[in-house]
């Protein structure tokens, strides 16, 4: 075993079977299993070993959930030893000569024990539990259980300060800086040197004389079994003999041993080791040479700092040997759990444990279990010595809440010789946060963590392994009781880690998750970056390499990086605790509501569960940016909610709330009143409204500009080109060899469109741009003026210029309907047609499919023998088409030879092109009846019911998407030049220019965005904090009130 166990249970108790109540049944079956493999680190057990009573209860419990959780044989999944600790003259003599027969062979004693485990037992001999991993023998001759329970003893004392370590050499967060001080140095500061046994310098005295010293601050009281010294490599210098201090609060020193230890004699070479009589527990520690080796002192050195181990002793019924054995542990300084009412010895101790309990009940009680006096008066003063360490002492009646697990927590922090970490870290990894929270975290012992021996630098990777397993109450008890800095601990180093060891149970794991996964530590930002930008916005920055710090610094904004963390792994209510804490929450929220929109976007219609609670976390959080926003424009003016929505994010990538929320789609957000008052005030004046005292210039100039003039400008000269495109399209202009007024204008016309189409994909992105489906319909028109215009050319393909044109110009009228967004009668009823469209391509595609088998099926059975291409797709497509509608083809179905009107003459079919009369035609008309049943009856009315559902989804938010429309057709003409094509040319030539003479940018659009300085932004960013933190505490109370 070369690491230290994290926890020790040495259960004692009953050595032959015995009587098992439900109690004790749980404490073996579940309380003692759950406490052994759920510990996260090595767990040690240590028994009896012997197949009998609680040893055997114990050791089989552990076995049996270990293979119930292992998918192989082969496969160890928990990180356990089980070890049997017994007399050698206990055992059968053939049991014992079986072993010893191993032993000198050097086979497997494993097997070996495992083929004896079934002999033939008798009263007074044992065998050993099949189910211990390892086994220690005590010969003491007798055969009787005191050696080994005095052994079990020591094994217990000694395993409490297991694992001994160099501090300053094994301790990669040992901050020299701010631990090590001493009397003087020849450097600038004691600090900066380097005093490890392996570094290569040493401390180095500025004075001669024995009032130098050199100090450690392990930050909390720490078992230090010695030290180690060397000399200092650079010059003979080397300390010879020397003192060491230890204290608690640095004011009053004592000296280890009351004597002096002897140093080392040479530079680098000689090694001095040095151990204490015995464990010294302290904070502070003070070296203090008194002889040295050249004019100063000087030396490198290192404390020798021992783990603390979790070990509590656990007594379930037993007689005399169990009893002295608990106590003797309890003398030792192990804390004891006593199952009460498991019988004999434990209901003895559980009564004798408690206030003023009659001596002579206690002796009554021993009488019966043990037979000697002597024996009873022995045992009796063991329990009177342990009874004085009450701390030690716990109870444990069933009726604990946390089971067990509960009161072997409890006996751990009521032990004040070893650091509290320890029981913190159990209590996380068992997951009894309400222990935790009741008996560690009391309002008097969160004001000085040092005080009560916890280990901070330990707490924070407790806080880095709670985030990974998703404990949410563990951490919020360890940030909101100040347990730890998060400012201090969150680094750039500590990101990467959440990211690379993160798990996610639910299958198939999302796509982001998995490109994260895949990734190495030192790429995995980068990947974090790419994906942020896919699913929260494409301008996502905070992860570039320009805003990353080295790995030891601390992240500007510590919850913002963890919010975005629990966003990406699934961690929904941890992602709502950070999000409480947040600077930006209305910004975070809509940031979350659109990157849940768009793992849900991402995820297969299959996994319905998953999708259904990844849209339920988006209206969530849809819901927050709602309700922050509310209380922000209750609580604040309305001028600063403005400002709110309107402020530039940095950290979400230069954008404002209002872009979050659009992204997102979030229709509640942008339909708030609030939000549709600033809209009007935009349509109706711009961004910035001109003041009573502006001049006449400025409110005109403000006046064109606004989007509402924007809009109807635009309108007309739309309106304006289609009328001179219909009069081109119904006019004989297309006549002309070559292109006259009217189609050069329309040309320049067109061209000034795709200069400006551009703009827009330069300005927005191509990504975002193919997003919007009104653009999909501009390339589309676009694309077919410029084909006809180009057949138009053309001499030999006007005619097809023609119909390419009046296509384009049909696409022209269709891209009209935009316009009509903006008024709310209009509006959702534009929607409705998109949503309809849908609806009709999906009957389409059934549609075809049932056309194709009727077509298909009627031809073969009325006109087998049809090869002429055209035939066939007029009798498989054409006419079943337009069936649907009514027409039958009376005449193509019941024409005969007698009529004159076909032949069944093959000669004249081939040769004259004659009619060929039809087969079967009773076949014929059966299967059109299926045929107008299928598509009048089936196919027409789903497409009415899916209309009627389109149209009553859109109607029921016929309100807020009217709104979120005209928010968005006032961003879109509150960013168009000032210029409607096709004199927007002038401006695209102006900007041109600028670019060419000046060096100035001006492609892209202006954003509905405000500018802010930085305190501006500071007391918006407060103002916004504390209002929603204030709503947050209301919600609460709210609730707590609902509750009673």
């Known amino acids: 075993m070369t690491l230290p166990p994290g926890l020790v249970l040495s259960v004692t108790g009953g050595a032959w079977d015995f009587p098992r109540n439900a109690v004790v049944k749980e404490v073996f079956r579940k309380g003692l299993v759950d406490a052994a493999v759920k510990n996260g680190d090595l767990t040690m057990i240590i028994t009896g070993g012997t197949h009998k009573g609680v040893m055997k209860y114990t050791a089989r419990g552990l076995s049996e959930y270990e293979w119930a959780h292992k998918p192989t044989v082969s496969d160890d999944i928990v990180d356990l030893i089980i070890l049997g600790v017994t007399t050698w003259g206990s055992l059968q003599q053939e049991l014992r000569d079986k072993l010893e027969e191993a032993v000198t062979n050097h086979q497997l004693i494993e097997l070996e024990v495992q083929k004896l485990a079934n002999m033939t037992n008798n009263s007074t001999k044992k065998v050993l539990e099949p189910n211990h991993s390892h086994f220690i023998f005590v010969d003491d001759t007798t055969g009787q259980r005191t050696a080994a329970n005095e052994l079990r003893v020591k094994l217990e004392r000694e395993l409490r300060t297991f694992g001994e370590t160099q501090y300053l050499t094994c301790d990669d967060k040992v901050n020299r800086c701010e631990q090590i001080s001493c009397s003087s140095s020849s450097h600038r500061t004691c600090q900066h040197t380097q005093i490890g046994l392996d570094d290569s310098e040493a401390w180095i005295a500025d004075v001669a004389d024995s009032n130098q010293w050199i100090s450690i601050d392990l930050t909390y009281p720490r078992r230090v079994t010695g030290l180690v010294i060397k000399g200092n490599p650079q010059a003979d210098l080397w300390v010879t003999k020397f003192k060491v201090m230890y204290s608690d609060d640095e004011e009053d020193w004592k000296v280890v041993d009351n004597r002096k230890f002897d140093g080392t004699s040479d530079r680098d070479t000689n090694v001095a080791t040095c151990r204490f009589s015995s464990t010294v527990r302290a904070r502070f520690f003070k070296i203090q040479p008194t002889e040295w080796h050249g004019d100063r002192p000087s030396m490198r050195f290192d404390l020798l700092v021992c783990k603390d181990v979790a070990v509590v002793c656990v007594l379930v019924e037993g007689g005399m040997y169990s009893i002295r054995q608990a106590c003797s542990s309890v003398e030792a300084g192990t804390p ?102 009741e008996q560690m975290f009391a309002s008097s012992f969160t004001y000085n963590w040092k005080m009560y021996n916890v280990d901070e630098l330990v707490l924070e990777d407790l806080l880095r392994e709670t985030i990974l397993k998703n404990q949410v109450e563990f951490v919020k008890l360890l940030i909101d009781n100040d347990v730890v800095n998060l400012d201090k601990c969150i680094t750039w180093s500590m990101i990467k880690q959440l990211y690379s060891k993160a798990t996610y149970d639910v299958k198939p794991l999302p796509g982001h998750m998995s490109r994260i996964k895949a990734s190495q530590e030192e790429s995995v930002l980068d990947i974090v970056q790419e994906v942020m930008q896919d699913l929260a916005f494409d301008k996502f920055s905070y992860y570039q390499k320009d805003n990353r710090g080295h790995d030891n610094d601390p992240v500007e904004d510590p919850y913002r990086h963890l919010f975005i963390f629990a966003l990406l792994w699934g961690y929904d209510e941890m992602a709502l605790y950070f999000w409480e804490e947040d600077t930006e929450p209305i910004a975070s929220a809509l940031a979350a509501s659109n990157m849940y929109k768009n793992q849900s976007s991402n995820i297969s219609s299959r996994y319905k569960e998953q999708q259904e609670h990844l849209k339920e976390m988006e209206e969530k959080f849809a819901e927050l940016a709602y309700e922050s926003l509310n209380a922000c424009e209750a609580t604040s003016k309305t001028a600063d909610a403005f400002n709110m929505v309107l402020r530039n994010v940095p950290s979400w990538g230069d954008t404002t709330c209002l872009k979050l929320a659009e992204l997102s789609h979030n229709l509640t957000f942008i339909g708030h009143a609030g939000i549709q008052t600033l809209v009007e005030e935009i349509w109706q004046h711009g961004l910035h409204k001109p003041g009573p005292n502006a001049s006449l210039y400025i409110k005109a100039k403000n006046l064109v500009q606004s989007p509402r003039v924007a809009f109807y400008h635009y309108l007309m000269f739309y309106l304006s080109f289609l009328a001179l495109l219909s009069y081109m399209m119904l006019s004989d202009q297309l006549a002309n060899r070559w292109p006259q007024g009217v189609e050069c204008v329309l040309m320049f016309w067109v061209a000034t469109f795709i200069v400006e189409e551009i703009r827009e994909v330069i300005a927005h992105s191509p990504k975002r741009y193919i997003r919007v489906p009104w653009n999909w319909i501009d390339i589309f028109n676009l694309t077919l003026f410029t084909v006809g215009m180009i057949l138009r050319l053309t001499a030999y393909s006007r005619n097809e210029a023609r119909v390419i044109l009046a296509f384009s110009l049909f696409g022209f009228y269709f891209r009209l309907l935009h316009k009509l967004t903006p008024f709310k009668c209009t509006g959702p009823k534009v929607l409705m047609v998109g949503q309809m469209i849908i609806d009709v391509l999906v009957i389409l595609i059934i549609m075809i499919i049932l056309l194709l088998g009727y077509g298909v099926s009627t031809t073969a059975i009325m006109y087998p023998h049809t090869s002429d291409p055209v035939s066939l797709l007029t009798s498989i497509i054409y006419r079943p088409y337009f069936q649907i509608y009514g027409e039958i083809f009376h005449d193509y179905m019941y024409v005969t030879a007698d009529d004159g009107g076909c032949t069944t003459n093959e000669t004249a079919i081939q040769l004259d092109g004659a009619v060929r009369c039809p087969e079967h035609v009773g076949w014929g008309l059966f299967c059109l009846a299926l045929w107008m049943i299928l598509s009048n009856a089936l196919l027409l009315n789903l497409l009415i019911a899916m209309f009627t559902n389109t149209y009553e989804r859109v109607n029921e938010k016929n309100e807020l998407l009217w709104r979120f429309m005209w928010y968005t057709i006032t961003k879109e003409y509150y960013k168009k030049p000032s210029l409607a094509p096709p004199f927007i040319i002038i401006v695209h030539v102006w900007r041109l220019g600028r670019f060419i003479f000046k060096n100035v940018w001006e492609w892209n659009s202006p954003t509905l965005k405000l500018g802010f300085n930085e305190d501006e932004q500071r007391h918006i960013k407060a103002l916004e904090k504390q209002v929603v933190y204030d709503y947050i505490m209301k919600k609460r109370r709210d609730v707590q009130e609902q509750i009673r």
């Open 336 to 437: 004891l759990v006593v199952v009460a009412d498991s019988g004999r010895g434990a209901n003895v101790l559980a009564h004798a444990f408690k206030e003023d309990q009659d001596e002579n009940i206690i002796k009554a009680e021993l009488n019966e279990i043990i037979r000697r006096d002597e024996d009873v008066d022995s045992t009796l003063e063991l329990i009177k010595e342990a009874a004085k360490k009450p701390n030690l002492l716990n109870i444990y009646d069933g009726s604990c809440e946390g089971g067990i697990q509960a009161s072997i927590l409890e006996a751990l922090q009521r032990d004040d010789e070893k650091s509290m970490d320890v029981d913190i870290k159990l209590a996380f990894q068992w997951g009894y946060h309400e222990v935790l929270k």
